[in-house]
Structures are given as C-alpha cells and as structure tokens.
C-alpha cells in the first residue's frame, strides 16, 4: 500500500511557475506509475501527466503540454508537476496518485490508479 502527500500549490499570477511535490511512503515507490490529476469547481478530475515507474515514458494532456514536466526521484520517493507559464484556467486542486506497474504504458485515467494524496490548491491569478 502507498501514502501519498502533496505539497507546492498555491497563489500565483499568469505565466508564474510552481513545482508540485508528492512524497510517497513505502520501500516499492519504483515499482509504481504515477500521475497528476486535477479538478477544478464543478468539473470532472482530469489527467494531467503521467510518468512510468522507471521515468522513461511521460504523458501530459494536451492542455499542459510544453508547459507542464512531470518527473520522479526513486531514491527519496517523490514525483514532481513542474508547472510554467501558468494560465488562469489551470486554477484546481492538484491530486498525485499511484498504481502498481503492470504494463509499461502510461496511465492516464482515473480508474488506473488506486492510490490517491488529499490533493493541493493551485490558483491562477489573471
């Protein structure tokens, strides 16, 4: 089983920058595929990035990609949301989670993870 907890939201201005942390607990973090979703008000979670456990294969939603890079540490157990040129309509709660790696694809659904943090604020301010 895994914990996960994230750490790095909050306030920022269009086209800032904050890097999203998740720590997970547990000796087989690298025998995990982990991902970044979020949910703003009134809508859906949805996929942000995903990484395979040994960090050779990343997939981002077309809404962040060439901004976001998601990325892991398998030594200090930690997988991280790089986030560049910030746009209002990013403005969610940002949650990690984590799923044993069965195949090596990069999952990209809600219903492929497990494991889930209680999720960090991101606000985009205009």
């Known amino acids: 089983q895994v914990q996960l907890v994230e750490s790095g939201g909050g306030l920022v201005q269009a086209g800032g920058s904050l890097r999203l942390s998740c720590a997970a607990s547990?000796?087989?973090?690298?025998?995990?595929?982990m991902g970044w979703f979020r949910q703003a008000p009134g809508k859906e979670r949805e996929f942000v990035a995903g990484?395979?456990?040994?960090?050779?294969?990343?997939d981002y939603s077309d809404s962040v990609k060439g901004r976001f890079t998601i990325s892991r540490d398998n030594a200090k157990n930690t997988v991280y949301l790089q986030m560049n040129s910030l746009k209002p309509e990013d403005t969610a709660v940002y949650y990690c989670?984590?799923?044993?790696?069965?195949?090596?694809?990069?999952?990209?659904?809600?219903?492929?993870?497990?494991?889930w943090g209680q999720g960090t604020q991101v606000t985009v301010s205009s």
């Open positions: 989670a984590a799923e044993r790696q069965r195949t090596p694809v990069v999952l990209t659904t809600t219903h492929d993870y497990d494991y």
């Open positions: 990484i395979t456990w040994s960090g050779g294969r990343t």
């Open positions: 547990g000796r087989t973090f690298s025998s995990y595929a």
